[in-house]
């Protein structure tokens, strides 16, 4: 199994900005013969697709007019995700799956039971002294670098858990033009929260009353 110890996972430093960059986004999975939520190295691409119907509703009698458009139900989320094969860990294994070295599952009929991803997306340190940051928590390393002008305040994250994922496709191509192999797969994801809010009817998601924004006004 891939550790990561190895020096493919070596951590490195990141520039500090005000724009999200992929070297600060970081995935992790069940990781087979590993830890629960080990991060998953050699990851090339990680998509997330969410979609949902909306439905309109009309009037008989009053024109071309829209009286409301209704969200119809949300359709699961879709990840995609492309990563180097490794002869010690293939993309299977790195989502849990007793594959490749670790065990025999070969096909996606093999999978018995789902798996969660947690995404972070880790602050830059320019981005941590905002002062309107909130729900963030501790990210799961410390500072790169070590001790610097400020100490060693650790960093923090904004966290996204999927959970009880799906593998709905896999594929893996060996070229003779290309020298590294990669593989594919696309996900289906049950649910997927940020771990410190609570969820339900009286969910804060903003555009309400008490806000800032105030409510659209069609709702006013």
């Given at each position: 199994?891939?550790?990561?110890?190895?020096?493919?996972?070596?951590?490195?430093?990141?520039?500090?900005?005000?724009?999200?960059?992929?070297?600060?986004?970081?995935i992790f999975s069940h990781s087979a013969d590993?830890?629960?939520?080990?991060?998953?190295?050699?990851?090339?691409?990680?998509?997330?697709?969410?979609?949902?119907?909306?439905?309109?509703?009309?009037?008989?009698?009053?024109?071309?007019?829209?009286?409301?458009?209704?969200?119809?139900?949300?359709?699961?989320?879709?990840?995609?995700?492309?990563?180097?094969?490794?002869?010690?860990?293939?993309?299977?294994?790195?989502?849990?799956?007793?594959?490749?070295?670790?065990?025999?599952?070969?096909?996606?009929?093999?999978?018995?039971?789902?798996?969660?991803?947690?995404?972070?997306?880790?602050?830059?340190?320019?981005?941590?002294?905002?002062?309107?940051?909130?729900?963030?928590?501790?990210?799961?390393?410390?500072?790169?670098?070590?001790?610097?002008?400020?100490?060693?305040?650790?960093?923090?994250?904004?966290?996204?858990?999927?959970?009880?994922?799906?593998?709905?496709?896999?594929?893996?191509?060996?070229?003779?033009?290309?020298?590294?192999?990669?593989?594919?797969?696309?996900?289906?994801?049950?649910?997927?929260?940020?771990?410190?809010?609570?969820?339900?009817?009286?969910?804060?998601?903003?555009?309400?009353?008490?806000?800032?924004?105030g409510r659209s006004l069609r709702y006013t």
């Amino acid at each position: 199994m891939a550790t990561n110890g190895a020096y493919l996972f070596r951590q490195g430093t990141a520039p500090q900005t005000s724009t999200i960059q992929s070297s600060r986004v970081r995935i992790f999975s069940h990781s087979a013969d590993g830890p629960k939520f080990q991060k998953i190295g050699v990851l090339s691409t990680f998509g997330i697709n969410e979609s949902r119907g909306i439905e309109v509703v009309r009037g008989l009698g009053f024109g071309d007019q829209i009286a409301e458009l209704v969200p119809g139900p949300t359709q699961p989320m879709s990840i995609n995700a492309t990563r180097a094969a490794l002869y010690t860990q293939n993309i299977m294994q790195a989502f849990g799956y007793k594959s490749g070295m670790s065990g025999l599952v070969r096909s996606l009929k093999h999978h018995k039971w789902p798996f969660d991803i947690k995404v972070e997306i880790v602050l830059s340190e320019y981005a941590i002294e905002n002062p309107s940051v909130k729900n963030v928590v501790t990210a799961s390393s410390a500072a790169e670098g070590g001790l610097n002008n400020l100490g060693n305040p650790g960093l923090t994250a904004i966290i996204t858990v999927f959970e009880a994922c799906w593998m709905e496709s896999f594929s893996v191509d060996y070229g003779v033009d290309t020298a590294v192999v990669t593989e594919n797969c696309s996900i289906q994801s049950s649910d997927c929260y940020d771990t410190v809010s609570v969820y339900g009817d009286f969910l804060d998601s903003g555009l309400n009353r008490g806000d800032s924004t105030g409510r659209s006004l069609r709702y006013t």
